[in-house]
Structure formats: structure tokens, C-alpha cells
């Protein structure tokens, strides 16, 4: 069994920082792309960011210049950086990860920006 637990989420206020975290666990052989995506109210899911088990990252162009992501391999957990939060930045973040050739999902962590 192979789960990912997310940690970091909460309320925050605009202009703000948050950094969320997920810790892969169990029979993990290897994981390749992780990444972070969400999902606000009433909204279809979104992919955030991912980055490659190199290093190489990909971004929405509502988060560029405003979120990292990045990946520590050695203990198999993924963050996302958020700076800058925005109301918009609202919503469940969800980490993903191809692990084994199979795709696995975190249970979610609530992410509110709000004064």
C-alpha cells in the first residue's frame, strides 16, 4: 500500500505564504512526476504545479512567479512554496504522484485566503 499524506494547508490572508508538504509511504519501489493540484468549490480539479524526479517543473500561469515546487527524492516528499496568496487561491490542494507506474492521490489538505 502506498500513501501520500499532505500537511502545511490552513487559513491565511491575502499576501500571505503557506508551504504545504506530502510525504509518500509504504512499498514504494519508485516515483517519478509529483505534483500539486486543486480544487475550489464548484470548480473542475487543476493542476498547480509538477516537477520531474530531475527536477524540471511545470506551472498554471495563475501561480508563475508566485508558487515553487519542489521535491527531496531522499525522503520521497513534494512542497509547494505559495507566496503572494490571492481569495482566488482558495481551495482543496490535492498532491499526486506516479509512483511504480501507478498514479496515487493525497486526501486533500484546505487552502483559504481571506482577510
Known amino acids: 500500500q502506498v500513501q501520500l499524506v499532505e500537511s502545511g494547508g490552513g487559513l491565511v490572508q491575502p499576501g500571505g505564504s503557506l508551504r504545504l508538504s506530502c510525504a509518500a509511504s509504504?512499498?514504494?519501489?519508485?516515483?517519478?512526476?509529483m505534483g500539486w493540484y486543486r480544487q475550489a468549490p464548484g470548480k473542475q480539479r487543476e493542476l498547480v504545479a509538477r516537477?520531474?524526479?530531475?527536477?524540471?517543473?511545470a506551472y498554471a500561469d495563475s501561480v508563475k512567479g508566485r508558487f515553487t515546487i519542489s521535491r527531496d527524492n531522499a525522503k520521497n516528499t513534494v512542497y509547494l512554496q505559495m507566496n503572494s496568496l490571492k481569495p482566488e487561491d482558495t481551495a482543496v490542494y490535492y498532491c499526486n504522484a506516479d509512483i511504480s507506474l501507478r498514479e496515487y492521490w493525497g486526501q486533500g489538505t484546505q487552502v483559504t485566503v481571506s482577510s
Open positions: 509504504g512499498s514504494i519501489d519508485r516515483i517519478y512526476a
Open positions: 516537477i520531474s524526479p530531475g527536477g524540471r517543473t
